[in-house]
């Protein structure tokens, strides 16, 4: 199961309470306030791992929780810190946050052992208000639900890459931090604060140099499966391919590696929602280049160069701008007899299909390659000009 979009649920851990605590020893007379602070609340963090390939995992499992602090101890014993619990997703992915980022009202549950009469028991935090601040009442924060509004917060790209989605609470001081030469027994401590709490999407869009496009059955399966270590499935009917695929191409006289996605056929209309719609194209927006791949011997009865248009069409609408991205034409299964006629009815038609890189002089870029992906023909010089585009 192939899964590239997937919202979630995050909430930090709470931080520990403050402890209220005197010391007590034989032969001390009035030891003193020592209770300790509460731990801090482990955050969650989401990491790049090139071994992961989708979201599959917080697709089953969105909700995503992490450990309390523990609460101080007399002895000025702090609390046990709480782990970070650590998310690992596809290098590529991108974090949108669909809610801002909230923590609840502190819970009211603890209690010092031996309350003053000015402590409030029901204030955010155990410290005692001032006479002014004690007539004000704080409303408890709300947890809104996840809306349509989204705001990018994170890109991870790299390998190792570290992003805190949401951060765990401190933990609250104990009642050895209210003494003082006048208040020498306090019993005031502090709350742990709430970790944070948000609703994210997370969306794939896989890192790749070459994004191969092409009407369904127009033979970019068997064309990844040749030039890289790739298996894609591969089948005589249109939609063999479900699910994005990449393959590196891997040049023994320098040692280059090319990263090429290849993703599910484009059909007219698919930014309406027919075949597989838009869903996938996700995945060729960060490449350098578009592979065009055209079925020239028009098995199934289409023209070439309508292929063609309708594509840069369904590009065009997908997203404005991304034709602007150097293109590069290929005609594939030339190993059969109609190719050679409407291969020559193309270029009458279309002329120059390939859009070379900025400041490339013209001529460098071949306006046409010619391939058969099924019988090896011309895939070591179509690999040469891959590589010449992309350096």
């Known amino acids: 199961m192939f899964v590239d979009k997937v919202r979630i649920h995050a909430k930090a851990g709470d931080g520990g309470n403050g402890c209220v605590s005197f010391r007590r020893e034989k032969y001390v007379d009035r030891g003193g306030p020592d209770g300790g602070d509460g731990g801090k609340g482990g955050n969650i963090v989401l990491v790049a791992d090139k071994n992961a390939d989708n979201l599959v995992d917080l697709y089953y499992a969105p909700r995503l929780a992490a450990k309390h602090g523990g609460h ?9 810190s709480a782990k970070d619990v650590s998310v690992r997703v596809p290098i590529g992915t991108q974090v949108f946050r669909l809610t801002r980022p909230t923590r609840q009202r502190a819970p009211t549950r603890y209690h010092p052992a031996a309350a003053t009469e000015e402590f409030d028991a029901d204030a955010v935090v155990g410290c005692v208000p001032s006479r002014s601040e004690s007539a004000v009442t704080e409303a408890p924060a709300e947890v809104s639900g996840p809306t349509t509004t ?81 298996h894609p ?56 280049l578009l592979l065009v791949l055209l079925d020239m011997a028009g098995v ?11 594509l840069l069409k369904e590009l065009e609408l997908y997203k404005s701008g991304i034709l602007e991205k150097p293109r590069l034409v290929v005609a594939n299964k030339m190993d059969l007899p109609e190719a050679r006629k409407n291969l020559t009815a193309f270029k009458r038609k279309v002329g120059r299909a390939s859009r070379p890189p900025k400041g490339t002089k013209t001529g460098e870029t071949p306006a046409l390659l010619e391939i058969s992906a099924l019988e090896g023909m011309g895939l070591e010089k179509l690999k040469l000009a891959l590589r010449k585009v992309l350096a």
Do not use: M, W
């Open 233 to 288: 499935k591969i089948a005589s009917y249109p939609f063999t391919t479900l699910t994005p695929n990449v393959g590196i191409i891997t040049y023994d006289d320098d040692f280059t590696r090319i990263r090429i996605a290849d993703i599910p056929g484009l059909i007219e209309g698919a930014h309406a929602g027919k075949g597989l719609g838009h869903d996938f194209l996700r995945h060729i927006e960060r490449c350098g």
């Open 300 to 310: 199934d009865g289409r023209k070439p160069q309508d292929d063609y248009k309708q």
């Open 72 to 80: 101080g101890r007399g002895k000025n014993c702090t609390g046990r």
């Open 150 to 230: 989204r705001e990018l917060i994170a890109d991870l790209v790299e390998d190792g890459q570290r992003f805190i989605l949401v951060k765990g609470g401190k933990g609250g001081r104990g009642n050895t931090h209210f003494k003082s030469s006048t208040h020498r027994a306090p019993r005031e401590f502090e709350y742990g604060e709430p970790g944070e709490e948000l609703h994210a999407e997370l969306e794939l869009k896989t890192l790749a140099d070459v994004g191969l496009v092409g009407f369904p059955n127009a033979g970019k399966s068997t064309l990844i499966s040749k030039i890289t270590h790739a």
